[in-house]
């Protein structure tokens, strides 16, 4: 819970913006979710030099 320092303006807008920046982190945080698996495979070039 993020509450203002005083009863001013400028503590509620800081308040919110603080709030806002939390929720932004908490929703970022659940997109940092693994990744599936994607199979590669490397084929060598046929005109390159194999040296």
């Known amino acids: 819970?993020?509450?203002?320092a005083d009863a001013s303006t400028?503590?509620?807008?800081?308040?919110?913006?603080?709030a806002e920046r939390?929720?932004?982190a908490l929703g970022a945080e659940s997109l940092g979710e693994a990744l599936p698996e994607v199979p590669v495979r490397l084929v060598p070039d046929p005109e390159e030099d194999p040296r």
């Open 1 to 4: 819970m993020v509450e203002r």
């Open 10 to 18: 400028t503590s509620l807008i800081d308040a919110a913006a603080l």
């Open 22 to 24: 939390i929720r932004t």
